[in-house]
């Protein structure tokens, strides 16, 4: 049995095909027979390479890299595929053909199993499928603790082909539309009307919900071949996000019409990520009043009470939530981010995976601070990273009094039957037994015994 990291709660059984580093930018000649069950084993996967697994009878992926918090086991959830990553030495041990187990609850892989361990892992797949059906019950109903503290429950997406997932699972909107593949799936910048049919597609497929837009990402790992973004030796403190915007005007004017213009058709809010300063933040709002007065001048109707939200994901933004909180509309925690820059530790670097944790103290604090600054200035707030699906942290969220939470589609439910099943009085103390706690370890181990406790 080999062992990795888990970032999927579900098992499969199926056959094996190899593919080696260099083969995979040829996927698709070896995938396109493969049969039905087939578990692929490899190196690494990027991003783009998961997302075209879709097409494929693929029910699940191994990797030699990664780990819980990287791009591609996000995409792993999010597209609802067992994978465990971060598996050393798989592609020495397994072969094309063979018949393998892939637990992407506990990481485990089991190769060629016997009759007990197949017998064993078919009831653990009966029990998840009857806690499945549980689960499902949850798609029409509301998100509210036992003790009747509402929060809105929403979805992340990266395309408009997720928008089904988040209707699905019962969503309440969509918390996170991460627009980087409106532009890396193509040769060539979107059109203004090309940006403007997918977001009132959206909005169709929604029915009215809210759908919160954030504005390209583009630099750090949203590589976008044909913008001829300069090399930088750091790109994850580099040239992104908001930085990237400002310095293409042309890019950024173009994207938000086409939301200004879509928002005509449903509920739309803009999220601007990578802020460190609130000049940048005035500096957008400028571009948007211009925007909206071509768009008077022209006629063109719009929802003129549009949304503008912040996307707090550095610690400069954490440290200034107090005045953010007084410029924007809406605060979004990006906690994927935030978590990255506050520890100074790259969530994809497996020799410092324990480095990265949600849990740390000061990426806790910094959360709880700015949860207290936007309530203070009435201002709505969600929680929009991994964290905020992290069944340990939700009543610590929960009593930071966050207003919304954003996850990937594939964990809707089983948050919204968490919180639903959970009553903050039980949890009552724990903000006071975190304050003098200086490490992950601590931290984790106080959370784990008030959820002990509260059972």
């Known amino acids: 049995m080999l062992s990795g990291m888990g970032v999927s709660g579900k098992i499969v059984m199926g056959t094996v095909i190899r593919l080696e580093r260099e083969q995979l930018p040829d996927m698709e000649k070896y995938l396109a027979n493969t049969g039905d069950n087939t578990i692929l084993i490899s190196p690494d996967l990027t991003v783009k390479d998961a997302i075209k697994l879709e097409q494929y009878p693929i029910v699940g992926f191994v990797t030699e890299k990664g780990g819980f918090n990287s791009h591609l086991a996000i995409l792993a959830r999010k597209l609802d595929l ?20 892939l637990d992407g609850i506990e990481g485990n892989l089991v190769v060629n199993p016997g009759k007990n361990a197949v017998e064993h892992y078919i009831k653990l797949q009966r029990k998840l499928e009857e806690d499945q059906k549980q689960i499902n019950s949850y798609a029409e109903k509301e998100t509210v603790t036992l003790d009747g503290y509402h929060l809105t429950l929403m979805g992340n997406i990266d395309d408009i082909s997720d928008v089904k997932r988040v209707v699905k699972s019962g969503g309440e909107g969509i918390g996170l539309f991460r627009t980087e593949n409106l532009y890396a799936k193509r040769g060539n910048l979107p059109t203004e009307d090309e940006q403007y049919e997918i977001y009132v597609q959206a909005a169709r497929a929604m029915k009215g919900k809210t759908i919160i837009i954030r504005t390209l990402d583009a630099g750090g790992d949203h590589r976008i071949p044909y913008l001829d973004l300069e090399a930088e030796e750091n790109p994850f403190l580099g040239c992104r996000g908001i930085r990237f915007s400002l310095k293409r005007p042309d890019i950024f004017k ?202």
Not at 82 to 101: E, N, R, S, Y
Not at 270 to 292: D, Q, T
Not at 349 to 377: D, F, G, M, T, W
Not at 431 to 444: F, M, Q, R
Request: aromatic share 8%; with cysteine; net charge negative.
């Open 82 to 101: 067992t994978a465990v990553l971060g598996v050393p030495g798989c592609m020495d041990f397994i072969a094309t053909g063979d018949h393998v187990i």
């Open 254 to 455: 173009t994207q938000c019409r086409a939301i200004f213009r879509a928002s005509a058709h449903g509920t739309f809010r803009i999220l601007l990520p990578m802020l460190s300063s609130l000049m940048e933040f005035r500096r957008v709002k400028n571009v948007l009043s211009l925007i909206k007065e071509e768009l008077d001048v022209l006629g063109i109707p719009y929802d003129k009470q549009l949304k503008i939200g912040v996307m707090i994901e550095t610690p400069a933004a954490a440290w200034m939530a107090d005045l953010f909180a007084k410029e924007a509309d809406f605060i979004s925690i990006g906690t994927n981010d935030l978590t990255q820059y506050t520890i100074a530790a790259d969530r994809g670097n497996k020799q410092i995976a324990n480095l990265y944790s949600n849990y740390h103290p000061a990426v806790l604090r910094s959360i709880q601070y700015i949860i207290q600054c936007c309530r203070k200035e009435g201002v709505t707030v969600a929680i929009c990273g991994e964290a905020a699906s992290d069944s340990k942290l939700l009543p610590l969220f929960l009593l930071y009094g966050v207003d919304e939470l954003s996850v990937s589609p594939s964990r809707i439910l089983r948050t919204r039957q968490q919180i639903s099943e959970m009553n903050r009085e039980n949890f009552n103390g724990l903000l006071t037994a975190l304050d003098n706690l200086g490490s992950i370890e601590e931290t984790e181990s106080c959370i784990d015994a008030f959820h002990a406790l509260s059972n």
